[in-house]
């Protein structure tokens, strides 16, 4: 009937055996853990009824449950609200990764239309994100490359907002939400690796990277975000990682506790053993927060680039491992090191599905009596 939940007042017909030695709440907690049988709250424990409240004075006659009884909850995890389809959140929803080869451009102009060309193609696909690769832009780093890594950077980082306003337009004229990677960016006169995120309704979101690699502190001078983000979009809550910051398992538990249904990590590796850190612990992420993540990269060299020379990537979507889901948690993936786009569907009533009656219900299983993760940051690192 489509109906959204059960909700049911439950006698506790054997606590009258009990109620000497336990209150109610007490009772009700040995049954849960099996300590004790209760002909009617065991059967609607088995059969995933949530337990609210202990009501008092339910039927003051019902001389077996001394008058208690339990508020219950069950939730209809198939449950559809009505889809509005201007303002509805889609269940299905299409992405499109970009595994970008990096060569080199003279002008700002010619990697716009390269862009351009990509965007067209995952458009075409009728996908609803489009994720390029982190730092996708350093081949125009090129025509700096007299100049010492950190100075060279620095440069590139004037490309930024000429190209965030031009792919802000192809998000809009295309239709696609876009992860446009991530780009050096200079504010108050510190350098940082940003990830824009360029609705398809005109709106742009940004993130900085948290956990510039030791390679990006020494060669380049780049500062750590302080921001931890949830974007809001026409298909739901989404988060951003950029490579390193995802081999970092607090930060996506945080995301996944505040809704996020989708992780998006635009990375660059130079090695196959670099990739894998990044490709394994997203894998891991999807797995714990029960999430889907997908993950984008660079292929190809840059010869003259300072600290660019190699770039090793196999773009892929991963998924949590359960029944629902691939056998080896992976969605779909490119060839490695080969320029190319990946388009992949994702269900995500298949999440809520998991989350509720999954082989394993990780993030209901936590133990917060003996354990919590907390952002210290809370008013900087509020959804966007």
Not at 155 to 181: C, D, F, Q
Not at 239 to 244: A, I, Q
Request: glycine fraction near 6%.
């Amino acid at each position: 009937m489509n109906l959204r939940a059960i909700m049911a007042g439950g006698r506790i017909p054997s606590y009258s055996k009990y109620a000497a030695e336990l209150t109610p709440k007490e009772y009700i907690a040995k049954v849960k853990k099996r300590e004790i049988h209760d002909q009617t709250l065991s059967f609607q424990i088995a059969n995933d009824f949530q337990i609210k409240k202990v009501i008092q004075n339910y039927l003051p006659e019902d001389n077996e449950s001394m008058g208690f009884a339990t508020l219950l909850v069950w939730y209809n995890v198939f449950y559809e609200r009505a889809f509005n389809p201007i303002k509805g959140k889609k269940e299905m929803v299409r992405i499109g990764l970009i595994q970008w080869q990096m060569r080199p451009y003279d002008k700002l102009e010619e990697l716009v239309n390269n862009v351009e060309y990509f965007i067209d193609a995952v458009s075409d696909y009728q996908s609803d994100f489009a994720v390029l690769p982190e730092l996708f832009n350093a081949p125009l780093m090129g025509k700096y490359n007299h100049l010492p890594g950190h100075k060279a950077i620095r440069e590139l980082a004037g490309y930024t907002a000429p190209l965030v306003k031009e792919i802000s337009r192809l998000a809009i004229s295309y239709n696609v939400n876009i992860v446009a990677g991530s780009m050096p960016e200079i504010r108050d006169g510190k350098l940082y690796n940003t990830s824009y995120f360029l609705h398809r309704d005109g709106r742009i979101d940004s993130y900085d990277k948290i956990h510039p690699t030791p390679s990006e502190e020494y060669e380049w001078g780049i500062e750590g975000g302080n921001k931890l983000k949830i974007f809001e979009t026409d298909c739901g809550k989404v988060g951003v990682l950029v490579c390193y910051d995802v081999e970092f398992p607090e930060l996506p538990r945080l995301l996944a506790d505040q809704g996020m249904k989708i992780l998006f990590v635009p990375f660059l590796t130079d090695t196959q053993n670099a990739y894998n850190r990044v490709r394994y612990c997203a894998q891991a992420r999807a797995i714990e927060n029960e999430c889907y993540v997908a993950i984008a990269g660079n292929v190809g060299n840059l010869p003259k680039v300072h600290n660019m020379d190699l770039q090793f990537a196999q773009a892929a979507v991963l998924t949590p491992s359960d029944f629902a889901f691939p056998v080896n948690g992976i969605k779909a993936e490119a060839s490695p090191n080969t320029e190319m786009i990946v388009v992949s569907d994702v269900d995500l009533s298949l999440l809520q599905e998991l989350h509720e009656y999954g082989s394993v219900t990780t993030l209901k299983d936590r133990r917060h009596d003996l354990y919590r993760l907390e952002l210290l940051k809370k008013e900087e690192s509020k959804a966007e």
